[in-house]
């Protein structure tokens, strides 16, 4: 017997990056985050971007951009702007906290 199909490992990839884009969004709304939170919550995030790259193949639908003989940008790999965006959200967000706390520890 083989293992999962190719089918079955896509509509995982996109759940799995839809509730880890979901979970981080939420987290960044709500604020509060440590750094060692932040770190996690990004490298969750660029790790379903990868992961969801590599699994998509059975949802690709057309190419959009021809990149080689073989190899192109088709809508399947648009959603990874989905975590790729919360993560910039993320970095943001934190860049203007940093910015807060240093303005606030001035004499």
Same mark, same amino acid.
């Given at each position: ?6 089918? +079955?490992?896509?509509?995982?990839? =996109?759940?799995?990056? !839809? !509730? ?15 750094d060692?939170?932040?770190?996690? $919550?990004?490298?969750? &995030?660029?790790?379903v971007?990868?992961?969801? +790259? ?8 057309? $190419? !959009?951009?021809? &990149? ?9 790999? =648009? ?5 790729v ?15 807060? =706390? +240093?303005?606030?520890s001035?004499?």
């Amino acid at each position: 017997m083989g293992g999962v199909s190719a089918n +079955l490992a896509a509509d995982l990839g =996109l759940l799995l990056m !839809l !509730l880890v884009s979901g979970y981080a969004a939420g987290q960044v709304r709500r604020g509060g985050l440590d750094d060692l939170m932040c770190a996690g $919550i990004l490298a969750n &995030l660029l790790g379903v971007a990868a992961l969801w +790259l590599r699994v998509d193949k059975p949802m690709e639908g057309p $190419i !959009l951009l021809v &990149l080689g003989p073989r190899h192109g940008v088709t809508v399947a790999d =648009l959603l990874v702007v989905v975590p790729v965006a919360v993560a910039g959200w993320l970095v943001a967000g934190q860049r203007s906290r940093v910015r807060a =706390l +240093l303005t606030r520890s001035e004499p």
